[in-house]
Antibody, heavy 120, light 107 residues
Framework: EVQLVESGGGLVKPGGSLRLSCAAS????????MNWVRQAPGKGLEWVSS????????YYADSVKGRFTISRDNAKNSLYLQMNSLRAEDTAVYYC?????????????WGQGTLVTVSS | AIRITQSPSSLSASTGDRVTITCRAS??????LAWYQQKPGKAPKLLIY???TLQSGVPSRFSGSGSGTDFTLTISCLQSEDFATYYC?????????FGQGTKLEIK
C-alpha cells in the first residue's frame, strides 16, 4: 500500500525557517517524481514545487522561488521541503504528492498533510 | 501562468442527480487536465487524468471530457459520498495550476 506521511509542520514566526519531511513507503520511491502542494485555510490548492526521480529536474512556484528548497533522499525514501524567510501567506496545510508516473505532473497519491502556521 | 476558471463555485444537488462542473483554460492545454475530489479535512483524491481517463478504482459514474480550453466533469447519478469539493488541474506547463474549486452540497 502506498503511504506518504508528512511531518515537520508547526508554528513559526515571520522570517523563520522550517523543514518539512515526507516519508514514503509501498512503492519504488526512486522511480517517481514527487511534489509539494499547499492549501491555505479555507482556500484552494496551490502547487509549490516538484522534483524528478533522480533530482535532475526541479521546479518552484514563483511565490516560493528563492525561499524554498525541495530535495529528496532516495536511499531513505524521503522527500523534503526547506522553507526559509517564511511569510504569513505561507500559512497552509502542506501535502506531499506522488506523480502518477515519473514526470507525469499530476498526482495519484497524497499524504495527510502537515500544517504550517506563520504568525508572530 | 495558465489560468483555470472553474464553474460553478458551488452547486446544490440531490442524490440521484446528474451534475456537471466546467473548467476553462486561458490557453489551449490539449488534454493535460486532471480532476480531484476533496472531502473536508482530507487530502485530494485523483479521479480523472488526461481529461477523460478514469483513475483505477474510481466509480464509472464519474466521467470527464474536453480538450483544448474547455473541459467538463460529469457525475451521472450522485451518491451521498460524492458530496465534496472538486478541483481541476492543468499540467500542460509549469506552473501546474488548479481551478478554484466547486463545492458540491446536498440540496
Amino acid at each position: 500500500e502506498v503511504q506518504l506521511v508528512e511531518s515537520g509542520g508547526g508554528l513559526v514566526k515571520p522570517g523563520g525557517s522550517l523543514r518539512l519531511s515526507c516519508a514514503a513507503s509501498g512503492f519504488t520511491f526512486s522511480s517517481y517524481s514527487m511534489n509539494w502542494v499547499r492549501q491555505a485555510p479555507g482556500k484552494g490548492l496551490e502547487w509549490v514545487s516538484s522534483i524528478s526521480s533522480s533530482s535532475s529536474y526541479i521546479y518552484y512556484a514563483d511565490s516560493v522561488k528563492g525561499r524554498f528548497t525541495i530535495s529528496r533522499d532516495n536511499a531513505k525514501n524521503s522527500l523534503y521541503l526547506q522553507m526559509n524567510s517564511l511569510r504569513a501567506e505561507d500559512t497552509a496545510v502542506y501535502y506531499c504528492a506522488r506523480d502518477h508516473h515519473d514526470q507525469s505532473y499530476y498526482f495519484d497519491y497524497w499524504g495527510q498533510g502537515t500544517l504550517v502556521t506563520v504568525s508572530s | 501562468a495558465i489560468r483555470i476558471t472553474q464553474s460553478p463555485s458551488s452547486l446544490s444537488a440531490s442524490t440521484g442527480d446528474r451534475v456537471t462542473i466546467t473548467c476553462r483554460a486561458s490557453q489551449g492545454i490539449s488534454s493535460y487536465l486532471a480532476w480531484y475530489q476533496q472531502k473536508p479535512g482530507k487530502a485530494p483524491k485523483l479521479l480523472i487524468y488526461a481529461a477523460s481517463t478514469l483513475q483505477s478504482g474510481v466509480p464509472s459514474r464519474f466521467s470527464g471530457s474536453g480538450s483544448g480550453t474547455d473541459f467538463t466533469l460529469t457525475i451521472s447519478c450522485l451518491q451521498s459520498e460524492d458530496f465534496a469539493t472538486y478541483y481541476c488541474q492543468q499540467y500542460y506547463s509549469y506552473p501546474q495550476t488548479f481551478g478554484q474549486g466547486t463545492k458540491l452540497e446536498i440540496k
